[in-house]
């Protein structure tokens, strides 16, 4: 098992999580799994970016993301170079510490779908 240190989050784990995570589970996952009801509008299919996470350690342990989850991190609240959708995101041997943004940005429930 991967622990993955989830950092304190105001709204969705105000005192912050360590979780246990299987390798090939995505972050997502195992935040859903453990009770942490990050927002996944899309349904984990990299059609939003509602799922963003940065992974301030162990980041380097991750596949690479691929090109449609890069474009949909383009329009991602707070991006930086450590960002990745947690959908996408999947874990690997290496502990993760893993912070969730403040922000999401979710277009349809904002009236921006078209």
């Not at 350690?57 to 930086?80: I, V």
Request: net charge negative; proline share 5%.
């Amino acid at each position: 098992m991967t622990q993955i240190v989830v950092l304190p989050n105001a709204e969705l784990c105000p005192d912050g999580a360590v979780l246990e995570a299987a390798p090939g589970e995505t972050i997502c996952d195992v935040l859903l799994a453990n009770e942490i009801d990050i927002e996944h509008a899309c349904e984990k299919s990299c059609a939003c970016t509602t799922c963003h996470v940065i992974v301030r350690e162990g980041f380097n342990s991750l596949e690479a993301a691929d090109e449609l989850e890069e474009d949909m991190l383009d329009k991602a609240w707070g991006l930086e170079p450590q960002s990745r959708l947690s959908c996408q995101a999947v874990v690997a041997e290496t502990p993760l510490v893993v912070e969730i943004p403040r922000y999401t940005v979710n277009m349809v429930s904002e009236g921006n779908s078209k």
